[in-house]
């Protein structure tokens, strides 16, 4: 699946949106090196590679993770 497959659904941000697979990793990317380190951001890298390689059902786990990873949630 390209990386520029769309959610289902955006990600809203305060401005803006992540609709793709894409901009879900730049905007990952954009973030201070100290925060890309943090397990909740890693497991999101994680589940957009997936994603991007295997599709299915990796899209919505995407999601999931880039939604958890903005609001704070970690499995810890």
């Known amino acids: 699946m390209p990386w520029s497959t769309p959610f289902d659904e955006p990600i809203a941000l305060?401005?803006?949106?992540?609709?793709?697979?894409?901009?879900?990793?730049?905007?990952?990317?954009?973030?201070?090196?100290?925060?890309?380190?943090?397990?909740?951001?890693?497991?999101?890298?994680?589940?957009l590679i997936n994603a991007a390689e295997t599709g299915g059902g990796w899209l919505m786990f995407a999601r999931i993770a880039m939604l958890r990873a903005l609001n704070g949630d970690d499995d810890d």
């Open 14 to 47: 305060q401005r803006g949106s992540l609709v793709t697979l894409q901009q879900a990793a730049d905007y990952i990317m954009k973030l201070p090196e100290d925060a890309q380190q943090e397990p909740r951001w890693q497991i999101a890298v994680e589940h």
